[in-house]
């Protein structure tokens, strides 16, 4: 009899474990596991248990979302049902082996990107190969593997602003300002107000105004920088971002402006007092750079780069004599 009982589960797609079956017999349940919209979901696993014992069967719905288990004892039995992409569900049911059951009928809720990428593990990995293919200027293989997210995840659309800067590091700028207003378009669709995703849009419109320097258009990308800065006014590290990519195109004056800003927004961060003692150097304005590279001193005197800026100070102080 027990020989022909895991024939039947075999047949039916669900199989025992290796652990001991004490409570197989002759019940039978079946149901059907669907999506939000009423949909069946095929491939959905199915795992069912005893409460009475160890008994644990396993299984999958065919094309239609449909399910059928039979060998199970009298007594409570718990369905689980998950698929990836989707939150799992399952219920309790009370099997007789007297009489039809009830069929159990369980819905899957479609996970959102986010949630989606905390549960998988391969999808985060993409992301760090990305970041890692990016680091070493390795650029195809860091865009096949945004790309790659991008498809298997696209409600987590911030990912192209990852393939935005791949595009700009390798000089297709038109490319590149397409995928900054791309999340621009889906932050403002998701937010109906800008502000409320700030990090992202602020991350979008730097890329755009970062396209814009590179063209050589410095107008479009103070304008951009502006927009980008209201969205966070009181965002230091805003304008730090902001006077970077000014500093790393030479707009010397322009990058002080923005780094004035955020040393008045944090005036205890040593990171943008570094920075401007740096700007100044570049711009040849000695006292201007003695002084920030002071102030950094006396913020963050363990910092790693203390020694060098020690070191600059003092060369500094001999070509002023």
């Known amino acids: 009899m027990r020989y022909r009982v895991a024939v039947l589960l075999v047949l039916l797609g669900l199989v025992p474990t290796m652990s001991a079956q004490d409570n197989l017999g002759r019940g039978r349940i079946s149901g059907d596991v669907v999506d939000e919209s ?24 065919d094309k239609k979302g449909h399910f059928a288990v039979g060998g ?24 007789s082996q007297l009489k039809a059951n009830p069929p159990v009928n369980l819905t899957l809720k ?5 949630e989606a990428l905390r549960a998988d593990e391969q999808g985060r990995s993409l992301i760090d190969r990305g970041n890692a293919m990016l680091e070493i200027e390795h650029y195809d293989e860091a865009l096949a593997a945004y790309e790659e997210f991008a498809l298997k995840y696209p409600e987590v659309y911030s990912v192209r602003l990852n393939i935005g800067t791949v595009h700009m590091k390798k000089g297709d700028l038109d490319r590149a300002a397409i995928e900054f207003r791309s999340v621009l378009d889906k932050d403002g669709q998701a937010a109906g107000d800008r502000g409320v995703h700030k990090d992202t849009s602020l991350r979008a419109l730097s890329g755009l105004g970062e396209v814009a320097l590179k063209r050589g258009d410095f107008a479009t990308a103070q304008d951009i920088f502006r927009k980008a800065l209201e969205i966070s006014p ?25 780094f004035e800003l955020a040393a008045k927004i944090k005036k205890d961060w040593p990171k943008v007092y ?34 060098n800026v020690a070191a600059a100070i003092a060369a500094i102080e001999k070509m002023k004599k």
Do not use: C
């Open 72 to 95: 199970m004892g009298s007594g409570e039995w718990r369905i689980t049902v998950s698929k990836e992409g989707y939150s799992s569900d399952s219920t309790t049911v009370q099997v």
């Open 38 to 61: 009423g949909a069946g979901i095929s491939g959905a696993l199915v795992v069912v248990e005893s409460l009475q014992g160890g008994t644990h069967l396993e299984g999958k719905t």
């Open 234 to 258: 009181d965002n230091p590290a805003a304008a730090y971002n902001v006077g970077e990519i000014f500093f790393s195109n030479q707009k010397i004056d322009e990058a002080i402006t923005y």
């Open 274 to 307: 570094h920075r401007l003692g740096l700007v100044y150097l570049n711009k040849g304005d000695l006292d201007k750079a003695l002084e920030n590279l002071k102030k950094f001193l006396e913020l963050d005197p363990q910092n790693p780069e203390a020694a």
């Open 110 to 114: 479609r996970m959102s990107g986010l």
